[in-house]
């Protein structure tokens, strides 16, 4: 910070760019990275339901034949 006289009035002036927090601010490659690594577990979580909700269309079943098949339940690691 500098200060800097105008109009008879003195005020701060920021140099360089900061955060809230006073600190310096990376490269826009630097703060690509940080979103990237923030948004990487709802990226990863779409991608499961993704997958989740075309299981009907790759393997040519239908909501009905998807609800049976998740109703069912397991005892002694057989289906029933």
């Known amino acids: 910070m500098r200060r800097q006289q105008q109009g008879g ?37 779409q991608a499961v339901i993704d997958r989740i909700t075309s299981i009907p269309k790759r393997y040519g079943i239908n909501a009905a034949d998807m609800t049976t098949m998740a109703k069912g339940t397991f005892d002694n690691g057989r289906s029933t």
């Open 9 to 45: 009035v003195e005020r701060r002036v920021d140099q360089g760019r900061s955060g809230a927090d006073g600190r310096a601010q990376g490269d826009p490659a630097d703060l690509d990275q940080e979103v990237a690594s923030l948004t990487k577990p709802i990226d990863d979580a």
